[in-house]
């Protein structure tokens, strides 16, 4: 009966037919497991694989068309540029009065390391594969290799892949990029998809639960004013009205990697939404907290693989000395999803992270044909628990409580949030401290670790190395968190972020309404300059009686003069002791959640010493504190204070940002600590 229906659905032109793509999407879910488990049997006899049309493939002549009966996808040959996607009655998602190759494309940014000059480069494809053709699944490769004998365009031969699935409404997109040795030194910034949508049917924008909202147009953004950047633009006369005064940025809609799993568009009439599912963060660069762009206005939506954004320079992916290289990026799943006319198109927000979930379960996917994507049998599994020894907060071994632990290539602790080649794998333990950290490639790592609540960065001192297939199960680890001596007094808790600290209201003048009751409000613009308004004495901050959720900026940054010129600012945190060893060293710990071109110098009690007691020296270029993040790369810093310099009565530690001139330099403190001497010491001196 199933393969009459399919008949009869045929017959009416139900590929065209929003109603009839809304009732196969009601089997969809329960079928695609299913389809997608089965690797290709071409002659299968499956009734299950029969509620679907096969996948087809259309050879055009400079087009190729992939349709699985629910959308189709239209690629340029051999550019690979996705020129049209047509779903849900809707001929083209894409804006189509852009450009062939300005709709959907993989695009790199890189320069040679001696030109300053940055390429942007679309990738054009030369080559054109059909990887598979068969009913359950059509795969190309777009291909461009690199010419050896000329010296000119990017060192890197690029093979950008796209799969359509049976009965998946949604189409995937992976890409491999491989270098050979001895290959020039080149830079490679930035790597990417866009999706840039039509500007009539998408308005409205959702990246969480808490962070969605209509947006400006393109147009609307033309017509505005340019802030104090051209990503940020006031919006004087928007199409919407009640978008009229509001600043736009798309730095305002960033994402940590680990919460950036599902993100797109919705257009109301007809109900249709356009996500992009990322199923891992595996291929990321920067680790779990790296964050970057998400979707934003155009109507754009983004698969960000890699950039400098929110961390600077250590992210650029430099090759030097003709070292080879290859990466899988991806797949990612750009879903496609719609509902009936009198159904709230809302909902298709809940339905995509449904979807986005489905494809986490599914990882790591079993259908890229690429050699160089293992599947699940050729990954393995590291296991184990993580206890926290701090003697100063409790003599047994603490559990480590929602620990982020990963794998990434070797390095120093804290080495992943600057490590941008490789493969990364992160999970996080359960209350015990346990852990498991699944399908991992083969190959060499190390585990590195950081538990919210502790300063610092574990890694454990022995190289894993991970066989196709291996069980790995690790003893009981436990990390020694930074600490010389008891806590004298402490100011926040230590997450690697600003996020407790006190964040302003925005200028009322420059407003993003969607921040306005919301945690988020650190991702107004122009928080920067509110110090000025709302600190006319610089911070002072009293360990007796200051609370760090009210009295603490959550950026140090610098003081805005006579409207033009921008001046270093010194904070102040003013403490009592009882008592001083004089002969023994104190230990302040200063750990800084973001520094963008700034230096942190620290003062003890004499503000006008030339030299300061300690000084990070020029630090930072993570941007956070311009692109309304609320933390960037992270700092750890313990520096000695002899006891010689405090008195036993009120002390003052001066922080001085000392590096002026713009609004965008500065620091933002994730916990500051100050600790007595180590009761070791007093022992030994007792006796
Ligand atoms: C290349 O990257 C390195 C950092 O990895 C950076 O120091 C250098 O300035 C970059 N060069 C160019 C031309 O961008
Ligand atoms: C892993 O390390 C071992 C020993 O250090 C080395 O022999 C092996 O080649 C490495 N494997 C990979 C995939 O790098
Ligand atoms: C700074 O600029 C604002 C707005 O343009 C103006 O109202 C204010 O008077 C100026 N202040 C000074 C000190 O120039
Ligand atoms: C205190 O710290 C300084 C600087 O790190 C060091 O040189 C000195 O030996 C330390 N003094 C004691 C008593 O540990």
Redesign the pocket.
């Known amino acids: 009966m199933v393969d009459g229906e399919v008949q009869v659905l045929k017959k009416m032109g139900w590929n065209r037919s929003c109603w009839l793509a809304i009732l196969l999407q009601f089997f969809l879910l329960a079928q695609c497991a299913v389809h997608r488990r089965q690797r290709i049997h071409k002659n299968s006899t499956s009734d299950d694989e029969n509620y679907y049309p096969p996948v087809q493939l259309h050879l055009l002549e400079d087009h190729v068309v992939l349709d699985n009966g629910i959308l189709n996808v239209t690629l340029s040959t051999p550019g690979g540029m996705i020129t049209g996607i047509e779903y849900n009655g809707i001929d083209n998602l894409l804006e189509y009065e852009y450009k062939e190759n300005n709709r959907g494309y993989w695009d790199l940014v890189w320069?040679?390391?001696?030109?300053?000059a940055d390429v942007f480069d679309k990738l054009e494809g030369t080559d054109v594969y059909v990887i598979t053709e068969e009913d359950n699944q059509v795969e190309l490769s777009f291909v461009r290799t690199w010419d050896s004998s000329s010296d000119t365009g990017l060192p890197l031969n690029i093979d950008k892949r796209f799969v359509m699935l049976r009965g998946c409404s949604g189409f995937y997109s992976y890409a491999i990029f491989e270098r050979l040795e001895g290959w020039p030194d080149v830079?490679i910034?930035q790597g990417r998809i866009v999706f840039k949508l039509q500007h009539n049917l998408f308005q409205y924008m959702a990246v969480s639960d808490d962070r969605q909202r209509i947006m400006p147009t393109t147009h609307d953004r033309e017509k505005g004013l340019v802030l104090d950047y051209p990503e940020a633009v006031f919006l004087t006369n928007p199409d919407n009205s009640f978008l009229r005064g509001e600043v736009d940025d798309k730095y305002q809609y960033s994402s940590d990697n680990k919460d950036s799993r599902v993100h797109g568009w919705i257009c109301t009439d007809p109900a249709t939404g356009f996500w992009v599912i990322t199923p891992s963060n595996e291929f990321k660069t920067g680790g779990p907290v790296k964050q970057d762009l998400t979707s934003h206005a155009g109507p754009i939506s983004l698969s960000m693989f890699f950039s400098t954004h929110y961390a600077g320079?250590?992210l650029?992916i430099?090759f030097r000395d003709g070292e080879p290289w290859k990466k899988v990026f991806g797949p990612v799943y750009m879903y496609l999803n719609s509902v009936l006319p009198d159904e709230d198109p809302l909902t298709l927000w809940a339905d995509a992270k449904e979807q986005m979930l489905l494809e986490t379960e599914k990882w790591p996917y079993d259908f890229p044909l690429s050699d160089d994507f293992p599947y699940a049998d050729q990954r393995g599994t590291v296991t184990g628990r993580l206890l926290v020894r701090d003697n100063y907060i409790n003599e047994r071994l603490i559990t480590a409580n929602g620990a982020y632990i990963g794998l990434a290539p070797s390095g120093d602790p804290g080495f992943w949030q600057r490590e941008n080649k490789g493969y990364q794998f992160w999970t996080e333990s359960n209350a015990l401290g346990y852990f498991v950290i699944k399908n991992i490639r083969a190959g060499n790592y190390s585990l590195y670790a950081w538990v919210p609540g502790f300063i610092g960065d574990y890694k454990y001192n022995i190289q894993i190395t991970v066989l196709p297939g291996s069980k790995i199960r690790l003893r009981t680890l436990v990390y020694d968190p930074p600490r010389n001596g008891p806590t004298l007094w402490e100011i926040d808790i230590p997450d690697r972020t600003a996020s407790e600290f006190f964040v302003p209201d925005p200028n009322p003048m420059l407003m993003n309404q969607l921040y306005v009751s919301q945690p988020d409000k650190f991702r107004q613009y122009g928080l920067w300059d509110r110090y000025t308004d709302l600190y006319p004495e610089d911070l002072v901050y009293t360990i007796e009686s200051s609370i760090y959720q009210t009295d603490w900026y959550f950026a140090h940054v610098n003081r805005k003069v006579d409207n033009k010129t921008y001046v270093p600012t010194t904070w102040k945190i003013v403490f009592d002791l009882t008592y001083v060893d004089e002969l023994s060293n104190y230990t302040l710990q200063l750990a800084l959640a973001s520094a963008n071109e700034a230096e942190l110098q620290v003062r003890i009690n004499d503000e006008t010493t030339e030299v300061p007691h300690f000084t990070t020296g020029l630090i930072g270029r993570d941007n956070a504190i311009a692109r309304h993040g609320i933390h960037g790369l992270y700092w750890l810093y313990s520096v000695d204070v002899p006891g010689s310099l405090l008195v036993t009565s009120t002390n003052t530690i001066f922080l001085t940002q000392s590096r002026g001139l713009s609004p965008w330099r500065g620091i933002m403190y994730d916990y500051i600590r100050l600790e007595g001497p180590s009761s070791n010491n007093q022992t030994q001196k007792h006796k």
């Open positions: 320069s040679k390391p001696d030109h300053q830079n910034s320079l250590p650029i430099e």
